[in-house]
């Protein structure tokens, strides 16, 4: 008997599509990153940010922006970056079991040798893999181009950038996962996982604005991964609260799977 | 000797919705039984409790000795089933996905699921989502019989099959319950169910009306027939078959090159064939009895009020 074959029959079924995402990001980053001499260093630029809405600067992260760490954040980890792996979190979470459920496929798979709970952890599994592959990708992006772009980045904070990143996301895919072990639904699952995205980029933006709304961060996983650059700073306790609500989602979310009827 | 599959008051609600109200079954090991009854009757929602893929509201539950809601995994290994609404869309070929149903089971048999595809007609090697309906509908049957289980649950196994690959997939069957293997079957083809089941249940509005054999069944069974006869002798025709008293329902439609009179009958054939050659006939068809509309008429408060409507106006 071979081991874990939920586990490899969904990195089977999904590994073009994590190549396709791959790509993705090393166009972005390969784009945005080089660029940052002639930007994050230029005084005309510096200026065109200083003439901009505060608030619109703040929100952007591009109060940053002179530097090669807070660059790399405003533009790849907490920008484009954040985008592109969240689209790809929420696709996964929301497949994982909704997706498999709408389809009908679902019913069949369970009705073999496996059990729910193994379901759920194998194809988690799954994510988590192409998670840590995706977001180790953006790393190894932004450590070779460290030097030629001039962003003289700690190797600490491109770690922590990463490990920042990856955590996002886990909580959307984790969330995504779980509305779709409760529900069923994909259209559900996705605006979850989706939901607590935005939500988190909306609160740490607002959070930003004045010292009255700063509460708003404590809430925002946005602001957990990204409140102090991880670039800039290195490690931060705070990413742990990536960490811990991507556990208990996913243990929720293996709770709720074996209790309920599939495919009605 | 415990029955494979021993079913008491088993209930199930979705919200306001009842599927099914107290159902009694027990299936003995290495028998064929058959369920059939209309869309929405229970048919599917029963062999899906089976399987644990949905949970009984109340009653009992009892699959080769073991409750399906506490035994998990290491039953559904012995357990095969084809699902009534069978969906693949998956890009891997036909053999890569059997391969990964087979360790599900823990078992990967790669010579017997080559067999089963070969005698089935099933080319292994197509991306699945890329297959017929009744290709997909083969994968689903090889998937369910590779790991020889002690049970087979079948929901209307032959949808889409072709004639040719009906006709295997019953030799399939018998070839199961001479093995032991016990089988539980839903269809909406009479002739499968005549053909390998040894019982047969009734099912309407999720509750069992009859558990009987075909045989028993099958002499209710009304079969329609059609009759042309030459121009303006269609009236004729459909009086003599009035007297009758297998002939229900006879109606004449006429035109200026023929007359078609047609009738449904309840077995009394030689009767009828007395009438057919008395007359001129110029074609007849004869249809195969249709089961499951025949058994629910024959159990249900609506067909009765029918045929004896149909009596008063003869007698009229």
Redesign the interface.
Same mark, same amino acid.
């Given at each position: 008997?071979?081991a874990l074959?939920?586990f490899r +029959?969904a990195l089977?079924?999904s590994w073009r599509g994590l190549v396709g995402w791959m790509l993705g990001l090393a166009a972005v980053v390969g784009m945005y990153l080089p660029l940052y001499p002639s930007i994050g260093g230029n005084p005309e630029f510096i200026a065109i940010i200083e003439s901009l809405p505060p608030e619109l600067v703040t929100a952007l992260s591009y109060d940053q922006i002179t530097t090669g760490s807070g660059y790399t954040l405003g533009t790849v980890h907490g920008l484009i970056g954040f985008v592109l792996v969240t689209i790809a979190a929420v696709g996964w979470g929301a497949s994982a079991i909704a997706g498999d459920e709408e +389809?009908?496929?679902l019913?069949?798979?369970?009705?073999?040798?496996?059990?729910r709970h193994?379901l759920v952890l194998e194809r988690l599994a799954a994510i988590v893999v192409k998670l840590v592959a995706l977001t180790a990708w953006v790393t190894l992006l932004v450590a070779v181009l460290n030097g030629p772009s001039e962003l003289d980045i700690s190797t600490e904070g491109i770690l922590a950038g990463g490990v920042a990143l990856l955590g996002t996301g886990l909580v959307t895919a984790t969330i995504g996962l779980l509305a779709g072990a409760l529900t069923g639904r994909r259209m559900i699952a996705i605006g979850a996982g989706a939901g607590i995205a935005v939500l988190g980029y909306a609160l740490n933006a607002l959070g930003n604005q004045n010292a009255d709304l700063e509460w708003l961060h404590a809430i925002s996983p946005y602001h957990w991964a990204y409140g102090t650059n991880p670039l800039e700073s290195g490690f931060d306790a705070s990413v742990g609260l990536l960490y811990a609500v991507a556990i208990i989602a996913s243990a929720v979310a293996v709770l709720a799977f074996r209790r +309920?009827?599939?495919?009605? | 000797m415990t029955p494979a599959i021993d079913i008491s008051a088993l209930t199930k609600r979705y919200g306001r919705t009842t599927a099914l109200h107290g159902v009694d079954l027990a299936i003995e090991p290495g028998r064929v039984f058959g369920v059939i009854g209309p869309n929405g009757a229970g048919k599917t929602t029963t062999m899906r409790i089976l399987l644990d893929i949905i949970r009984p509201t109340s009653g009992t539950v009892r699959v080769l000795g073991e409750d399906p809601r506490e035994a998990g995994p290491a039953l559904r290994r012995r357990i095969g089933y084809v699902p009534g609404e069978l969906a693949m869309d998956t890009r891997v070929s036909g053999r890569a996905l059997l391969t990964h149903y087979a360790q599900l089971n823990g078992a990967s048999d790669r010579a017997r699921i080559s067999a089963l595809a070969e005698r089935l007609g099933l080319d292994l090697g197509r991306p699945v989502r890329s297959l017929s309906k009744g290709n997909k509908q083969k994968v689903g049957l090889v998937q369910a019989f590779a790991h020889s289980p002690d049970l087979l649950v079948l929901d209307e196994p032959t949808s889409g099959l072709d004639p040719l690959v009906q006709q295997e997939f019953l030799a399939m069957v018998r070839e199961a319950r001479d093995a032991g293997q016990t089988v539980f079957l839903s269809s909406h083809v009479i002739s499968e169910i005549e053909q390998v089941a040894d019982e047969v249940a009734v099912l309407r509005d999720g509750r069992i009306v009859d558990v009987s054999t075909v045989d028993r069944l099958r002499a209710a069974a009304l079969r329609d027939v059609r009759v042309t006869v030459p121009a303006a002798a269609g009236d004729a025709f459909a009086a003599e078959l009035r007297r009758l008293d297998s002939a229900h329902d006879v109606a004449v439609a006429a035109s200026a090159e023929h007359d078609i009179v047609s009738a449904r009958l309840r077995d009394g054939i030689p009767a009828f064939l007395a009438v057919l050659a008395r007359s001129t006939v110029h074609d007849l068809v004869v249809q195969e009895p249709d089961l499951e509309r025949a058994v629910l008429q024959f159990y249900g408060g609506d067909a009765s009020d029918a045929s004896a409507s149909q009596t008063e106006e003869v007698s009229s």
């Open positions: 008997m071979s074959p939920l +029959r089977a079924d +389809r009908g496929t019913e069949l798979t369970l009705a073999h040798g496996v059990s193994q +309920r009827d599939v495919g009605v | -």
